[in-house]
């Protein structure tokens, strides 16, 4: 990659056949012909173009992605009767899955905005097409989170009527959960128009490194066939989001400025406490959650344990988060971005203290 960003080189190409910079190559009749087509106004869509490296690894796994795509209705659904659960473990089974759609099932508007965004930044062909594939994968692990929901309890997370205590505990959790989300949403749509890509892809990493991890270890630990197979199918499409990740890092990383260097460092941190509250517990800087949401969680999750789901001990989940971390690290400072301290679980590093928590990017 040029240090000229794509939109600059593509701007400079413009303006050389407009005739406001040399125009090397174009003869006075063909600048005069060009000369009175309007400019369009930017950021925009159009014109059309495809640059881009058409071989490079990014290209390369767009085409894995049309290669390894699977249909979620396809899983033996048949398997996973309502009536194998007992009551308490449907409902922490149903709390689990719709947990994970605050982040999975955000998914696809959060990637097709960046994708749309994508587009408007003019960035090269196969980045745009990479985020394509994932926005496409999104909706597939949306909808394993929708048929398991269901399924096992109603479609609507937030509308249904308790019975007892804990299940209006639980409902109460998931409310106040997607609260959180709706604020995560507004940050996000407002951070994707002010960073640069690079700092945007820092953010996306960590959301796929996270995700990877997550899926990864539950997959190993569940029992039920229906949970280990989708599990197993959404985590390697995570490997994937995540190796496109690292292969546009690779080109966006060797120019970064010093200031683009802190904000990743900065968004690193706020991404690590956004994603916390799926892989390990959620820390209070973004998070608002009641005191008794910590408790209600646990009790969830062990009753989705109980159920053949593979949700992770305490101790794993953050031993794996932390292992997942140190992955992350050793790529940012390979490239002199100075890495967060994550005192939760054991990292030290760059003491992170004024975040925006109003601009939170990460996906997953
Ligand atoms: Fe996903
Ligand atoms: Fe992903």
Redesign the pocket.
């Known amino acids: 990659m040029s240090g000229l960003s794509a939109w600059e080189q593509f701007e400079r190409e413009q303006r050389a056949i407009n005739g406001e910079v040399s125009g090397e190559g174009l003869s006075q009749v063909v600048r005069d012909l060009l000369a009175d087509i309007p400019t369009i106004e930017q950021p925009n869509i159009y014109p059309m173009e495809w640059h881009g490296d058409q071989t490079g690894k990014l290209a390369q796994l767009y085409e894995r992605a049309k290669r390894e795509v699977w249909n979620p209705a396809e899983l033996p659904w048949d398997q996973l009767d309502p009536k194998d659960f007992t009551r308490e473990e449907r409902l922490g089974v149903m709390y689990w899955y719709s947990v994970l759609a605050n982040f ?1 099932g955000s ?1 696809p508007p959060v990637f097709a905005k960046a994708m749309i965004h994508s587009y408007e930044q003019h960035e090269p062909d196969p980045v745009r097409k990479c985020f394509f594939s994932i926005t496409r ?2 909706v597939n ?1 949306e909808e394993v989170c929708q048929r398991t929901v269901t399924k096992l309890w109603s479609p609507t997370p937030t509308e249904w009527k308790p019975q007892n205590e804990l299940e209006a505990l639980a409902l109460r959790n998931i409310r106040w959960l997607y609260y959180n989300g709706g604020r995560y949403w507004k940050g996000y749509s407002e951070a994707l128009k002010k960073y640069p890509m690079a700092v945007l892809f820092s953010s996306f990493m960590m959301g796929e490194v996270a ?1 990877t991890t997550l899926f990864h270890t539950m997959a190993k630990q569940a029992t039920h066939p229906v949970f280990a197979q989708g599990l197993r199918n ?1 985590g390697k ?2 490997a994937r989001h995540m190796a496109i990740c690292l292969a546009t890092l690779e080109d966006y990383f060797p120019h970064l400025s010093e200031d683009d260097k802190k904000l990743i460092t900065k968004q690193l941190r706020a991404g690590f406490v956004f994603l916390s509250m799926i892989l390990y517990e959620p820390p209070d800087d973004f998070w608002k959650l009641p005191p008794e949401y910590l408790a209600v969680h646990r009790e969830m999750e062990s009753l989705a344990r109980k159920a053949g789901l593979g949700v992770a001990t305490l101790d794993i989940k953050r031993e794996v988060w932390r292992q997942a971390m140190f992955k992350v690290k050793a790529v940012v400072e390979r490239y002199g971005i100075e890495f967060p301290a994550m005192p939760e679980v054991g990292i030290t590093g760059k003491e992170v203290v004024h975040i925006d928590f109003n601009d939170v990017i990460p996906v ?1």
Request: charged share 50%; net charge negative.
């Open positions: 999975d998914g994968d999104e692990h995700a959404v499409d995570e997953f």
